[in-house]
């Protein structure tokens, strides 16, 4: 099993590690950690994030993609107010064009030498992170999700681990065994899987009293799976109890300035990305035995971070040096 953290070179992330290699190898030893899974929100830079620290790369997502995919030009439009706002948004005007996307950071992450590539499997229009009214299912989700990454499958080596990651808003949520063994066993890739997201999946359950709680929900949704709990491979490792203001907040009115500040404002305390300090989460990683554990937080500076980390290892057992 190998530890890992999630890090970016978007700038926020390259200004904590200073730019500089040795503070990251420094960060890396101190809390045994094995390296990477890097999200590439740029070119990459050998020389900050060094190939041997690379095993993972989360792939860009687009949390409202499918219109795009659709070619719904009217809704768009409706959403956007223009041909440029949309581009600007997905990089393209056309599927072709965003798929292009796709394989340039596919290409990234294979020169980059990882593992395995992370892909998101969810879709809201911003307004329905608030009132929770979404137009469309799990299902419709699950089966563009499938056409995009049978599009894409070319451009994934054969021996790069594909994990798909759940997420609480519509899409792959785990809760249902049927579709995601569709999204399995339909994908033309040979080693796709599961990267199960802790926290996102506690996100389902907004009656979950505490991490204990937590744990023992996540393990009913895994065993749930039957033989396709086997395809996960991964563990974004975090947990979140934001039940009460997920209960609070549903269903309120949907800001009408600065949408998309109130919007990411609203996710993120809703996705809370904690530490686990009980022990409990032990057997999560008994249950799974994952080769990948990341541990998956926000960050408000180097020592915020090293601080969530040792908390975890704790409760896992490990020891900092």
Same mark, same amino acid.
């Given at each position: 099993?190998?530890?890992?953290?999630?890090?970016?070179?978007?700038?926020?992330?390259?200004?904590?590690?200073?730019?500089?290699?040795?503070?990251?190898?420094?960060?890396?030893?101190?809390?045994?950690?094995?390296?990477?899974?890097?999200?590439?929100?740029?070119?990459?830079?050998?020389?900050?994030?060094?190939?041997?620290?690379?095993?993972?790369?989360?792939?860009?997502?687009?949390?409202?993609?499918?219109?795009?995919?659709?070619?719904?030009?009217?809704?768009?439009?409706?959403?956007?107010?223009?041909?440029?706002?949309?581009?600007?948004?997905?990089?393209?005007?056309?599927?072709?064009?965003?798929?292009?996307?796709?394989?340039?950071?596919?290409?990234?992450?294979?020169?980059?030498?990882? %593992?395995?590539?992370?892909?998101?499997?969810?879709?809201?229009?911003?307004?329905?992170?608030?009132?929770?009214?979404?137009?469309?299912?799990?299902?419709?989700?699950?089966?563009?999700?499938?056409?995009?990454?049978?599009?894409?499958?070319?451009?994934? +080596?054969?021996?790069?681990?594909?994990?798909?990651?759940?997420?609480?808003?519509?899409?792959?949520?785990?809760?249902?065994?049927?579709?995601?063994?569709?999204?399995? &066993?339909?994908?033309?890739? +040979?080693?796709?899987?599961?990267?199960?997201?802790?926290?996102?999946?506690?996100?389902?359950?907004?009656?979950? %009293?505490?991490? &204990?709680?937590?744990?023992?929900?996540?393990?009913?949704?895994?065993?749930?799976?039957?033989?396709?709990?086997?395809?996960?491979?991964?563990?974004?490792?975090?947990?979140?109890?934001?039940?009460?203001?997920? %209960?609070?907040?549903?269903?309120?009115?949907?800001?009408?300035?600065?949408?998309?500040?109130?919007?990411?404002?609203?996710?993120?305390?809703?996705?809370?990305?904690?530490?686990?300090?009980?022990?409990?989460?032990? %057997?999560?990683?008994?249950?799974?035995?994952?080769?990948?554990?990341?541990?998956?937080?926000?960050?408000?500076?180097?020592?915020?971070?090293?601080?969530?980390?040792?908390?975890?290892?704790?409760?896992?057992?490990?020891?900092?040096?």
């Amino acid at each position: 099993m190998l530890q890992l953290v999630n890090l970016s070179n978007y700038a926020s992330d390259l200004e904590l590690i200073h730019n500089n290699p040795v503070c990251l190898e420094a960060f890396l030893n101190h809390h045994h950690l094995d390296g990477l899974e890097m999200m590439f929100c740029d070119s990459w830079n050998p020389r900050v994030h060094k190939k041997q620290w690379i095993q993972g790369v989360h792939l860009r997502f687009w949390p409202n993609w499918l219109d795009f995919w659709r070619g719904d030009k009217t809704e768009l439009l409706r959403q956007f107010g223009s041909d440029a706002e949309i581009e600007a948004c997905y990089g393209a005007l056309t599927r072709e064009g965003w798929l292009n996307v796709y394989r340039e950071n596919l290409r990234i992450a294979k020169m980059a030498g990882a %593992k395995y590539v992370v892909f998101h499997v969810s879709q809201t229009r911003i307004p329905e992170l608030f009132h929770w009214q979404f137009s469309f299912s799990d299902r419709q989700i699950i089966e563009a999700t499938i056409e995009v990454i049978n599009e894409l499958a070319q451009s994934i +080596p054969g021996d790069m681990e594909l994990l798909f990651e759940n997420l609480w808003w519509p899409g792959l949520t785990l809760k249902d065994k049927e579709l995601t063994a569709l999204l399995l &066993d339909s994908v033309k890739h +040979p080693k796709a899987g599961i990267m199960l997201d802790i926290g996102h999946l506690m996100n389902t359950n907004p009656e979950l %009293k505490d991490q &204990d709680d937590g744990v023992d929900y996540v393990l009913k949704i895994v065993d749930n799976l039957e033989e396709h709990k086997h395809y996960i491979h991964g563990v974004h490792l975090h947990h979140s109890l934001s039940g009460n203001y997920i %209960k609070r907040s549903r269903g309120t009115a949907v800001p009408q300035d600065d949408i998309l500040a109130a919007a990411m404002s609203h996710v993120l305390r809703i996705d809370e990305h904690l530490p686990f300090s009980s022990p409990c989460v032990k %057997k999560i990683i008994n249950c799974v035995q994952p080769t990948y554990v990341v541990h998956e937080f926000m960050y408000t500076s180097i020592n915020d971070w090293s601080e969530k980390i040792r908390i975890q290892q704790q409760a896992l057992q490990y020891k900092e040096r």
